[in-house]
């Protein structure tokens, strides 16, 4: 299957500073990402979708100015936690899809967050 | 998208067959099936999609009922590194995640 990497695998950073994740799709162009984040026991929770060039589009109850995501290129997404607090430390995982992945959606290995 | 549901959890013996079963009553006629597991700490991996057929890759086998209102999964010989947890989804364009079902493979 196609390979969507993701980067940093885990983080540590102390509150109030913000942190970058990366999300790249390696082996085909991905026009669509999407941002999930996982609590331990729990199931994927959909943060946002991004189209390559657009602004993202965010879930109810995801707060757009504290998640930046950014989706300039066909192969690069990031996801920017700002201000960041414990409460935020979790399991980000991101997705890709484009029209030669069959519109099937590959996800990347995840970034565990941990705010100290 | 149409929901979903699955047992919460299932165990299955090494070297047997493991069935996952999934309803999904309210599929809409556009909406395809997909399989994903997610092994502890990992992010999700893509095991098989289908919209109406029957569908079969060198993982696993996908099942789904004539009315499309359910649909199987099965792994023909389970290993103990097939304990994950399966989600099945169905989907036009995004994807949404429901409890999943927790396999334990046994020995």
């Known amino acids: 299957g196609a390979v969507v990497s993701q980067h940093p695998s885990w983080v540590i950073c102390k509150s109030g500073t913000s942190v970058k994740i990366e999300c790249r799709s390696l082996d085909f162009q991905a026009t669509t990402m999407f941002w999930y984040r996982q609590f331990p026991k729990q199931s994927l929770m959909l943060m946002a979708t991004s189209n390559e060039g657009s602004k993202a589009t965010y879930e109810q109850g995801v707060e757009k100015d504290k998640f930046l995501i950014n989706h300039a290129s066909l192969t690069l997404s990031t996801l920017t936690v700002t201000s960041a607090h414990p409460e935020d430390s979790s399991f980000y995982i991101c997705s890709a899809m484009g029209p030669n992945s069959g519109n099937t959606i590959y996800f990347g290995e995840g970034s565990w967050l941990t705010v100290v | 998208d149409a929901k979903t549901t699955q047992p919460p959890s299932m165990d299955c013996a090494e070297g047997r067959a493991a069935n996952l079963p999934c309803n999904h009553s309210?599929?809409?006629?556009?909406?395809?099936v997909y399989w994903y597991r997610q092994i502890h700490s990992q992010g999700p991996q893509y095991i098989i999609h289908g919209l109406k057929n029957n569908e079969t890759n060198e993982m696993a086998s996908l099942i789904i009922t004539e009315d499309r209102k359910s649909s199987t999964l099965i792994l023909p010989h389970a290993t103990l590194r097939d304990t994950a947890v399966y989600y099945c989804?169905?989907?036009?364009?995004?994807?949404?995640f429901g409890a999943g079902t927790r396999l334990t493979v046994k020995p």
């Open positions: 989804i169905v989907r036009v364009s995004d994807m949404r």
């Open positions: 309210t599929i809409s006629g556009n909406e395809y």
